[in-house]
């Protein structure tokens, strides 16, 4: 199984940056996708999922109404567009991936430890 982060950039705040996660590999029925994020000195943090069952999506409250979780099925990718970016959004993004717990909680409900795949990150920066 492999995962690809894609898309990240340097943006100024108000701007918008889509990730891309690109997914390969993968032999299992039902899964969920997930985009967490790393800040300097920070714990690693959820930010959004997508349920692969229902596509069913979830979002942690300091992104709710600023990003959206979509998936491309046909193109195995699952995204993550941000808009109205802030500073405090600058971090490292990854895409991870769980098997075992398939719903879109699981980005709030499921320790990052527990995650089954990873990608290798993607660095957003935003300034002000």
């Known amino acids: 199984v492999r995962l690809v982060e894609s898309g990240g950039g340097l943006v100024q705040a108000g701007g918008s940056l889509r990730l891309s996660c690109a997914v390969s590999?993968?032999?299992?029925?039902?899964?969920?996708i997930g985009w967490f994020r790393q800040a300097p000195g920070k714990e690693r943090e959820g930010v959004s999922c997508?349920?692969?069952?229902?596509?069913?999506?979830y979002y942690t409250d300091p992104v709710k109404g600023r990003f959206t979780i979509s998936s491309d099925n046909a193109k195995n990718t699952v995204y993550l567009q941000m808009n109205s970016l802030k500073p405090e959004d600058t971090a490292v993004y990854y895409c991870?991936?769980?098997?075992?717990?398939?719903?879109?909680?699981?980005?709030?409900?499921?320790?990052?430890?527990?995650?089954?795949?990873w990608g290798q990150g993607t660095q957003v920066t935003v300034s002000s």
């Open positions: 997508i349920s692969s069952r229902d596509l069913s999506t």
């Open positions: 590999g993968f032999t299992y029925d039902h899964y969920a």
């Open positions: 991870a991936a769980i098997t075992w717990y398939t719903a879109a909680q699981a980005i709030e409900q499921v320790g990052a430890q527990h995650w089954d795949y």
